[in-house]
């Protein structure tokens, strides 16, 4: 019986040292850091760590995105939605006053505003609307 438990206890030893030898290769074939992959259970997302890091921190550093980062449309939709101060702009809105795109490279345009931090989106996707943040 003892024999027994020891057989078991070793096969699960070799076993897990054997995932722990796939997980690594396959981390490794991903171009995924083994620190950054161990980083990931410190109860913090990745994910949100970098959203958050992507985000301004403070009003100046808004308008430094806005400044670097924007296209000139971007910018003016920035100065579109700073006319109706908090109040968000329906989507018919925006694509009347910027008619010379398309509603989707406008869509684009607010997504990456979004990304910035920069623009609120509220809403479903029929009824989307934006908002500026600050």
Not at 46 to 54: A, L
Not at 64 to 72: A, F, G, R
Not at 108 to 123: A, E, H, M, P
Request: proline content about 1%; some cysteine; overall charge positive.
């Amino acid at each position: 019986m003892k024999a027994l438990k020891i057989f078991l206890f070793l096969t699960f030893l070799c076993l897990f040292g054997y995932l722990a030898l796939v997980a690594y290769v396959f981390l490794k074939k991903n171009g995924v850091k083994l620190e950054d992959f161990l980083s990931g259970f410190d109860g913090e997302n990745n994910q949100e760590k970098e959203k958050n890091e992507k985000l301004p921190k403070k009003k100046n550093e808004l308008k430094d995105k806005k400044n670097d980062e924007l296209t000139d449309r971007q910018k003016e939709i920035v100065e579109f939605l700073e006319k109706f101060g908090g109040e968000s702009v329906k989507m018919n809105l925006l694509s009347k006053n910027f008619n010379t795109v398309t509603p989707r490279t406008l869509r684009r345009d607010l997504q990456n505003l979004v990304d910035l931090g920069i623009v609120k989106s509220l809403g479903t996707t029929k009824d989307r609307e934006y908002k500026l943040i600050g």
